[in-house]
Nanobody, 124 residues
Framework: QLQLVESGGGLVQPGESLRLSCAGS????????MAWFRQAPGKEREGVSS????????NYADSVKGRFTISRDNAKNTVYLQMNSLKPEDTAVYYC?????????????????WGQGTQVTVSS
């Protein structure tokens, strides 16, 4: 059974950066599409970014394009989300997810493994 554990969240000021990590255990991540989702209080969960197993194809939500970068290190069984120029509206719980069919989407229903989430708060 694949398990995912996120880390790297915290409290930052607007304009600052954070890097989230998602470590997999139990199975190798190299055959999965990996993604980051987020959920702010009172809002639905939204897809932030995904990356296919090959690492050559990535998707981003319009709201984070140009500011966030997803990457993966299959040797370390870890996926990252580099978040730059953070805004207050980026405040949310960020979840890592894995899709065993490697579809490369940002639809939550395509993902069958989820982490427990890490809180990101952007506030002055």
């Amino acid at each position: 059974q694949l398990q995912l554990v996120e880390s790297g969240g915290g409290l930052v000021q607007p304009g600052e950066s954070l890097r989230l990590s998602c470590a997999g255990s139990g199975k190798t991540l190299e055959y999965y599409t990996m993604a980051w989702f987020r959920q702010a209080p009172g809002k639905e969960r939204e897809g932030v970014s995904s990356i296919r197993s090959s690492g050559n194809s990535a998707n981003y939500a319009d709201s984070v394009k140009g500011r966030f970068t997803i990457s993966r290190d299959n040797a370390k069984n870890t996926v990252y989300l580099q978040m730059n120029s953070l805004k207050p509206e980026d405040t949310a719980v960020y979840y890592c997810a894995a899709d065993s069919l490697d579809l490369g989407t940002l639809h939550s229903y395509d993902f069958n493994y989820w982490g427990q989430g890490t809180q990101v708060t952007v506030s002055s």
